[in-house]
Nanobody, 124 residues
């Protein structure tokens, strides 16, 4: 049984930094494409960032490019999202996702496993 568990986030002020972690259990992430998505209040879920199995390919949403950094530590079975220069519009529930099918994509439909999500609230 694969499980993804996010941690980090919480309430921060605009301009602050925060780091999210996603720990996987039940299967090694070394063969998984991993991604972060978010869903703001009253909004649809949107893509944030994706990282390939080796970490050699990374793609960011335009809204976070230059401010967020996705990374992974396959030995720790963990993925991270470092968020800098946070803005109130970054307020969302952030969820990690994984697929072991080799699909590197920004579409949420290709991801088979999801975490429960962690709330990030950025105050102005």
């Amino acid at each position: 049984q694969v499980q993804l568990l996010e941690s980090g986030g919480g309430l921060v002020q605009a301009g602050d930094s925060s780091r999210l972690s996603c720990v996987a259990s039940g299967r090694s992430i070394s063969d998984a494409t991993m991604a972060w998505f978010r869903q703001g209040p009253g909004k649809e879920r949107e893509f944030v960032a994706v990282i390939s199995r080796s970490g050699s390919m990374i793609t960011y949403a335009d809204s976070v490019k230059g401010r967020f950094t996705i990374s992974r530590d396959n030995a720790r079975n963990t993925m991270y999202l470092e968020m800098n220069s946070l803005k109130p519009e970054d307020t969302s529930v952030y969820s990690c996702a994984a697929n072991w099918q080799g699909k590197y994509a920004q579409l949420d439909s290709v991801y088979d496993y999801w975490g429960q999500g962690t709330q990030v609230t950025v105050s102005s």
